[in-house]
């Protein structure tokens, strides 16, 4: 039997799709010529007969069936000082970057932003550069979103923008890879591939560790494909790198897909089962953040008050979980663990002028009663008056939250400055312990920690804001001085 198709028969055989397990195709990078030319490479077409000769006599030495029956076993969290193997396949210096340019482009929710940094983290550390510069990448990778029909039309508007930007790329450079990562990639898979040849990889959500494999094998030519979901991936070890040194917040991913089943909607297909990370490894992110200067984090999951810490023995005493009252799951109960209160507690210590905040939260796991509408009645309502009740709700809810924000008017809030207003080059804007937008003159203030001295305010500062006046979205007002979250409570 021929190597290749002994592997699609171990496929076939473990359950695997055709794109489910991990691609196996490489080709070496372009070697020089000769040492009076070892800046040029072959021409594409020489480049890529020499590289499929080169993998036939590579293949033909493995992997071999063993190696398949290894690889199907649960997947086991490294550490990250850990350096893995490469694949028989190949070479180690195959799966360096070689200072390549990546541009990273995210879509959809928080988590995206956060599955980004974790990727751009695995990247960095093998050999890619990072660049903001569309026309300069080697590498274009999409963070995608399937929670509607309208998130996935715009992944295929923009690859068919970049599909010009590829059939452009001048020879005397690198080839252009795209690759499309995330829940996209993982609700329609080879689909994508079919659909748009252009594209060179697909990853998803837990398969971001192979992202450096991934485009090794692209270098041949051929498309590359990992969307396997795992049941204990969490990114643990993995420390997100801010995509802005300027930024004054951050998200923290907690856990990691969803068990629901909600029936409208995609997670726990395109983001596998719930597992939530150690305690000890958020912390650790967090503090760091902390040194960094960061002042606001927010933990993300898809359901961050059902998070369960089993990392460790002692944790898992057989204490049941109690649901809200009305609320039933399609699980079986959990039982021990750490849980989120244990978490938010213990995040709070790391830094007392480090504000918390979280999302997003499922009503079943606070233990509170929130409405069983959806058990006990008929939807029978005609669609137009759920549109006409819409905007009545609309229009009723921005009427109240103008009166609700108008009793702010003459107080004295707390405001984390963020930066400059979109709408004014001379206004700052912040936000208050409740999360609204309060906007304020960028004007020269007292320093509480130092008296007499006048300063500006900057991204990151803590401020005392007097507010003047509200609409239902924001908050305006002049600041009074700079302050520290600790001192704050002595003028609010």
């Not at 009723?396 to 207003?421: D, H, P, Y």
């Not at 409740?434 to 007292?446: Q, S």
């Not at 990151?460 to 700079?482: E, P």
Request: with cysteine; aromatic share 6%; glycine share 6%.
């Amino acid at each position: 039997m021929h190597p290749l198709q002994c592997v699609l028969q171990v496929q076939r055989s473990l359950g695997w799709g055709p794109l489910a397990s991990v691609s196996w195709l490489s080709l070496r990078m372009c070697r020089a010529h000769s040492s009076l030319s070892s800046t040029m490479c072959p021409s594409p077409e020489r480049q890529e007969d020499g590289a499929r000769k080169d993998f036939s006599s590579r293949l033909a030495a493995g992997p071999t069936f063993q190696h398949f029956l290894k690889s199907a076993s649960a997947p086991q969290e490294k550490l990250s000082s850990e350096v893995e193997d490469p694949p028989p396949y190949l070479m180690m210096d195959e799966l360096l970057g070689r200072q390549r340019k990546v541009y990273l482009e995210t879509y959809g929710c928080q988590m995206n932003v956060n599955d980004t940094e974790i990727a751009w983290s695995i990247l960095q550390k093998s050999g890619y550069l990072r660049t903001s510069n569309l026309q300069e990448a080697d590498v274009i990778l999409l963070v995608t979103c399937s929670i509607r029909e309208k998130a996935e039309q715009t992944i295929w508007n923009r690859l068919h923008q970049l599909k010009a930007l590829k059939t452009r790329r001048p020879r005397s450079r690198v080839p252009l890879r795209i690759g499309i990562l995330g829940c996209m990639a993982e609700r329609l898979k080879e689909e994508i591939l079919n659909r748009e040849k252009m594209v060179d990889i697909l990853a998803g959500p837990d398969a971001y560790r192979d992202l450096p494999r991934l485009l090794a094998v692209a270098e041949s030519g051929q498309q590359a494909a990992n969307v396997l979901l795992s049941l204990d991936e969490t990114y643990a070890d993995v420390m997100p790198v801010q995509t802005s040194a300027s930024a004054t917040s951050a998200f923290v991913s907690i856990m990691r897909g969803c068990d629901n089943m909600c029936s409208y909607c995609i997670v726990p297909f395109t983001r596998g089962r719930e597992r939530s990370r150690p305690i000890a490894s958020i912390l650790e992110e967090v503090k760091k953040l902390s040194e960094q200067g960061l002042k606001e984090v927010t933990l993300l999951g898809q359901n961050v008050n059902s998070f369960r810490d089993n990392s460790e023995v002692q944790f898992n005493s057989a204490v049941p979980t109690n649901l809200s009252r009305g609320f039933t799951t399609n699980y079986k109960t959990k039982q021990g663990g750490l849980r989120f209160a244990h978490l938010l507690d213990q995040v709070s210590r790391v830094d007392p002028e480090m504000r918390i905040r979280f999302t997003s939260p499922h009503p079943k796991d606070f233990p509170d009663e929130k409405t069983r509408a959806y058990h006990r009645l008929k939807d029978d309502v005609p669609e137009e008056v759920k549109l006409r009740r819409l905007e009545e709700l609309i229009t009723i809810f921005r009427e109240e939250a103008t009166k609700a924000n108008q009793t702010s008017v003459g107080c004295t809030q707390l405001v984390l400055v963020e930066g400059l207003s979109k709408r004014s080059a001379t206004d700052l804007c912040g936000r208050n312990d409740g999360n609204l937008k309060v906007i304020f003159p960028d004007a020269e203030m007292e320093d509480v920690n130092n008296p007499g001295l006048r300063v500006r305010a900057q991204p990151g500062d803590y401020v005392l804001v007097k507010i003047t006046s509200a609409s239902s979205q924001t908050l305006r007002g002049h600041v009074l001085c700079r302050t520290t979250l600790r001192d704050s409570s002595a003028y609010c």
